[in-house]
């Protein structure tokens, strides 16, 4: 049939996805058929194949039709507000290792986000109204905090260790702090730059059980049964104590495959959000 036509269209999804409407009566090629899916577990999800009964104009005789398209949905763990005492910890490793790697004095320069407060240089700042900081040689490469991640086989735990850790990980790099993170099926850095937030997501969608890699990570998080369990610099804690009572400010979206170029027109490279 190459004209539109009056049917019924029946979509499927997959496991994972809840959909507000799978029955459509419409006039199949003229109008896209449109729905609101919910996502209620990580991973990647099928959408379809859609299944389409053709109807004469009289409603008299109908005949069905198969289709074999699909669509696949990767859909990321849910990102949660990490607290304000759990992010100046976090924030802490990092500063004692840069502090530790100091060697020289370099140059002052303005305050960015994320720099500790240690480095102020007070005397510099009170005569300007930006904060100014000492930088020092060892400083040149921002030094990253380890996070290395890793879950139980039982059911659920790999999907709360996989919250656990974007949440963290997400928390420490919109406070400027670089992280390297390794989990069972191998390592990654991000940074500030939303690709590498992307790519981290990507991972942490389908990742499942396995030991933690690193043991002595500046963080471990580890999945289990009921729980999922965060050491922190050799203190143990769980992820619930870590959590805020508020959504998420920070965080990324995965780019709509259908608009692949940014405002002045260029091809955005694999990974890469196109805002």
């Known amino acids: 049939m190459t004209r539109p036509f009056s049917g019924v269209v029946r979509e499927r999804v997959g496991d994972g996805l809840d959909a507000d409407r799978l029955v459509f009566e419409t006039v199949v090629g003229a109008t ?12 990647s999800h099928r959408l379809g194949p859609a299944e ?61 986000r994320g720099d500790s407060l240690r480095g102020v240089h007070w005397k510099s700042t009170a005569k300007r109204d930006d904060l100014i900081v000492k930088e020092f040689s060892a400083e040149a490469e921002t030094e990253a905090v380890s996070v290395s ?10 999907d709360d260790m996989a919250e656990a850790t974007a949440s963290l990980v997400l928390a420490l790099v919109e406070d400027g702090v ?43 998080v580890y999945g289990e049964a009921d729980r999922v369990r965060v050491t922190v610099a050799g203190e143990d804690h769980e ?34 959000v196109v805002a």
């Open 178 to 220: 670089p992280v390297d993170v390794s989990l069972a099926d191998g390592t990654l850095t991000v940074t500030g730059e939303r690709g590498s937030q992307v790519r981290l997501l990507e991972r942490l969608a389908t990742v499942g059980p396995g030991r933690v890699a690193d043991a002595d990570a500046d963080v471990t």
């Open 32 to 43: 896209p058929v449109e729905y609101e899916v919910a996502y209620e577990s990580r991973g």
């Open 52 to 112: 389409v009964t053709a109807r004469d104009v009289l409603g008299l005789a109908e005949v069905d039709l198969s289709t074999a398209e699909t669509t696949e949905v990767l859909v990321y763990p849910e990102v949660h507000a990490i607290a304000g005492w759990a992010r100046r910890d976090l924030r802490a490793l990092h500063e004692t290792g840069v502090h530790e790697e100091r060697r020289e004095f370099d140059r002052l320069r303005e305050y960015d």
């Open 149 to 158: 991640a890793g879950a139980a086989a039982a059911p659920g735990a790999a």
């Open 239 to 272: 992820f619930a104590e870590f959590r805020a009572q508020r959504p998420a400010t920070y965080g990324v979206s995965r780019p709509d495959p259908r608009a692949r170029r940014d405002a002045d027109g260029r091809e955005a490279d694999d990974g890469e």
